[in-house]
């Protein structure tokens, strides 16, 4: 296409002599004052704006283009901002947004009266709804078809339903059409956003990160819409935690430190609570990590790690219920229970806070608040992991182990069913003989039926817990008995699907178990491998 200059008179309207249409060339010197000012794609909303009595927007837009093909300028539309005009798919073009392609701007020549233009009389020229076109016609926005939030609501549900393999495809296809519906900008990051930390939740890094690149075009400078500062903090926070996800803790540390010293992210932390509430867990979860480093970090640091997972924990959940995120409050409601027990039991917080029983009925309240707010509220996802914790803090002072004979491993004593009903009154309907809280043995296998019987989905490292749990008790409380056997065989089974260090916590595990169940997971297990260093082992 020839590059010369395309001199362009404001008035009366010609390009290059001839007479021009009027909308046409109001629009394509609209995209050289936003070139010029750097302001970023041109949306629909301007040209509603400058032509609000117009019915027939397609209309314009196609004859605009028809006009800029004539006059010899390449200009595009959709978020794309880098392909190529000519490549460009028809459809939706009338939906914007709209801009020049690169180096266009540098081609037209501006007059008044024959005399170069200044930015400011093009500002004159365009009118003052060019400074104001970013703001929504509320009737107009409200008018737009309903189908990107129909199918963005349907893709959260099925999310929230579960990205089991089978039903990945349809969740991707769902974000994807709920993508294509965008009718602008934030509606179009949102919808990247939610993908991301879905597929964050259900442990998809690969997808979540690929989402979040898909996202960075949305968040430039450029694009100042209201909501887009707390999609840059939320996509950075996100991309901290696929970062600890994959176990680069020292990584996501740094992540988060940068994000806790951006001046422009700063703001969104301190006074938006939803924001602060995920920044805060997830500075939690990473200083947990050092705090269970057992055999790389000093005790002092250690213990300096796990006041400050308390700290941030604490300010978490009040953050969860600031922000009215009942989910959120019963996440880290079960994180304070675990963390706690966890720590006390390590020998990292002080222990003016009592003995042991105090602290685990202490812990046990926390993981009931957030199974009464699972049970009451319908969130948690049918996940298992507050059984777990329960189990494993209930049994937490048992800690014999070596060639233990059944008798006495049966000689411990694990916290008793009546004694965490009494602590979690009144809040204990959760722990009902319906879900299995008869016995501690019949809590692990209702547990474990459920995910058999395909009421619940647990992932590989969940399962391997569950089972750990199902063994111990069925040990405890019904000695050599098939249930044991059965989950030890199992859990020998599922090892090749866990990470080394994974491997060797349950390794170490099953030595707490009597010597014969000791000696069936041996026959079974894969080598442990070498943890990397200073790894968490998340359920120690």
């Known amino acids: 296409m020839p590059r010369q200059k395309v001199r362009i008179e404001l008035r009366p309207p010609q390009v290059n002599g001839h007479p021009a249409r009027y909308q046409s060339l109001w629009l394509l010197v609209r995209l050289y004052y ?79 009266d024959g005399k170069p233009v200044r930015l400011p009389q093009v500002a004159d020229f365009l009118g003052p709804e060019s400074a104001q076109d970013d703001r929504e016609d509320p009737v107009a926005y409200v008018m737009q078809d309903v189908s990107y939030w129909n199918e963005l609501t349907h893709a ?45 939740r259900h442990g998809q890094v690969e997808r979540s990160e690929d989402a979040l690149s898909r996202l960075q075009p949305y968040l430039l400078p450029r694009d100042a819409g209201p909501g887009l500062p707390t999609f840059a903090a939320m996509a950075a926070i996100a991309h901290a935690w696929n970062l600890y996800a994959q176990g680069g803790v020292p990584a996501a540390q740094a992540e988060l430190a940068r994000i806790g010293t951006d001046l422009e992210l700063q703001p969104v932390i301190r006074y938006n609570p939803r924001v602060r509430f995920e920044f805060l867990n997830l500075r939690a979860l990473l200083s947990k990590s050092i705090a269970m480093a057992l055999q790389t970090v000093p005790l002092a640091e250690r213990a300096e790690a796990a006041t400050q997972a308390i700290e941030d924990l604490s300010g978490a959940l009040r953050a969860a219920y600031e922000a009215d995120s009942i989910e959120s409050a019963q996440d880290v409601a079960a994180n304070i229970g675990w963390s706690l027990w966890l720590f006390w039991t390590h020998g990292l917080l002080d222990t003016a806070q009592g003995p042991a029983e105090v602290v685990q009925l202490q812990a046990i309240r926390w993981i009931g608040l957030s199974e009464w707010i699972c049970d009451r509220f319908g969130v948690g996802g049918g996940s298992a992991w507050n059984t777990v914790f329960l189990l494993r803090i209930a049994r937490g002072t048992c800690a014999a182990q070596g060639r233990l004979d059944l008798r006495s491993f049966q000689a411990q004593t694990p916290l008793s069913m009546r004694r965490v009903v009494q602590a979690t009154q009144p809040y204990h309907a959760p722990f009902s003989a319906a879900k299995g809280y008869t016995s501690w043995s019949n809590v692990a296998r209702y547990t474990l039926e459920e995910h058999d019987a395909g009421h619940a989905q647990y992932g590989a490292l969940q399962l391997a817990n569950v089972l750990l749990e199902t063994a111990w008790f069925s040990a405890y409380e019904n000695g050599l008995c098939a249930q044991a056997y059965d989950a030890v065989e199992r ?25 014969e169940l000791v000696a069936e997971a041996a026959e079974l297990m894969p080598a442990a491998g070498t943890p990397p260093a200073g790894s968490y082992r998340p359920f120690s």
């Not at 974000?175 to 919808?191: G, I, K, T, V």
Request: net charge positive; no cysteine.
């Open 34 to 112: 936003a070139e010029r000012t750097r302001t970023g794609p041109v949306p629909v909303s301007a040209l509603l704006a400058r032509f609000p009595g117009s019915a027939k927007l397609r209309m314009i837009v196609s004859r605009a283009y028809a006009d800029y093909r004539a006059w010899g300028i390449e200009v595009g539309w959709g978020r794309n901002t880098d392909r190529d005009p000519a490549l460009l798919e028809l459809s939706g073009r009338s939906r914007g947004p709209f801009w020049l392609a690169r180096g266009q701007a540098q081609r037209l020549d501006l007059r008044l």
């Open 156 to 200: 959260l549900r099925m999310a929230k339903d579960g990205a089991a393999s089978a039903a990945e495809r349809s969740v991707a296809q769902r974000f994807r059409a709920a993508h294509r519906a965008a009718q602008d900008d934030f509606q179009a990051a949102l919808s990247v956003l939610k993908e991301s930390l879905a597929w964050r």
């Open 491 to 515: 859990l020998g089974k599922l090892m090749k699907s866990l990470r080394k260090d994974e491997r060797r916590f349950f390794r170490e595990s099953l030595a707490y178990l009597p010597w």
